[in-house]
């Protein structure tokens, strides 16, 4: 399907229909295309370009567009969206428990805005179904893609048993991944933002770095990701833990609690009720963190820049700021499965003039 052909559906269909049951449907659909032998090769040439501009990202050349935490929850889809010309796919975010999140609905479109409300509340699996199914996964066909899995809080767990739990899934989880990102920005679990604050913070990053070396043997990479709306003697602060704990770096940023700037009617939006928002939205403030951690971090840390990214043009910008690894979400959900690949396209285009 065209992009054309795909906004065309979009607006006609899709955009009227119930978002969560529209991507578990869309996903299920392409994981099971993509089983099929040769699928995943055919789909791959034909969507993603022959020459891909790669740079090296926690130990392996990929290309820089990566997948953000949030579209493939249970790390059922790798592969396939790997297939799609992603370099590196995020999933998560993954709990010591399994959940089943918060109440439906909660997920929303803003098509004016291009924009997503969520208030998702981490449903997922469970830390140890998501282990059995990596490891399942051990003869896969996109080896190259790097993965990253996306750690979090289990709602039932009370704040100060917090870095047990996410020691549980370090445990559990590590050894799959080529890096481990610890969530404590969303704001779709009561109580957990709190723990962006340095103090709270410092024993759950450290208990995740130590039960990772135990677990593994080796060093693996660990992020935080941090949400938007941080102020930036906070962001600071947590960029300050990350060089104290000698940690991989920070992914910036989350979806916001604001709802400034969108053309969506405001009585519209009232209506959704809380969650996260993402989308166009969120550039401007995802790149004002990512030039504040620029000057807060050396360039031996990692810096994901994740928000309002929806072209070329976007992540070519974020990566001239310093930005390692770029991520999307929103605008994979809006443009639809050839959008990577455009991406991609446009950027290797734009290397060669």
Do not use: C
């Amino acid at each position: 399907m065209t992009g054309r052909a795909y906004d065309a559906a979009f607006d006609a269909v899709l955009s009227r229909l119930d978002p969560e049951r529209i991507h578990r449907a869309a996903s299920t659909t392409w994981r099971g295309l993509t089983r099929v032998p040769g699928v995943s090769d055919l789909a791959r040439r034909a969507v993603v370009p022959t020459s891909v501009p790669t740079r090296p990202v926690l130990g392996k050349e990929i290309a820089p567009l990566g997948l953000a935490a949030g579209f493939d929850k249970n790390g059922e889809g790798i592969d396939a969206l790997a297939a799609l010309g992603f370099g590196a796919v995020e999933i998560g975010t993954v709990t010591g428990r399994p959940q089943p999140g918060n109440p439906r609905p909660r997920l929303f479109r803003l098509p004016a805005d291009r924009a997503i409300v969520n208030r998702m509340g981490f449903n997922n699996d469970g830390s140890a179904a998501v282990a059995e199914r990596l490891a399942r996964r051990a003869d896969r066909e996109h080896a190259d893609v790097l993965l990253g899995i996306n750690i979090g809080k289990t709602k039932a767990v009370r704040v100060e048993d917090a870095v047990e739990d996410h020691r549980l899934s370090t445990r559990r989880l590590a050894r799959f991944a080529d890096y481990l990102v610890v969530n404590v920005s969303s704001p779709n679990t009561p109580g957990l933002r709190d723990l962006q604050a340095v103090e709270p913070l410092r024993p759950i990053l450290a208990g995740v770095r130590d039960e990772a070396a135990d677990a593994t043997g080796r060093e693996v990479p660990i992020l935080v990701k941090i949400a938007p709306d941080l102020a930036d003697d906070d962001i600071a602060a947590v960029a300050g833990l990350v060089r104290e704990l000698g940690l991989a770096g920070v992914v910036a940023t989350n979806t916001t609690i604001t709802r400034d700037g969108l053309r969506t009617d405001a009585r519209e939006v009232e209506a959704l009720g809380a969650g996260g928002l993402s989308g166009p939205v969120l550039r401007t403030r995802a790149v004002e963190v990512l030039r504040l951690l620029r000057t807060e971090l050396d360039r031996d840390r990692t810096v994901i820049s994740v928000g309002g990214v929806d072209s070329a043009a976007d992540v070519e910008h974020r990566l001239s700021l310093g930005a390692d690894l770029v991520q999307a979400y929103t605008a994979f959900v809006y443009e639809g499965p050839q959008w990577p690949g455009r991406v991609l396209a446009d950027l290797a285009a734009g290397e060669r003039s």
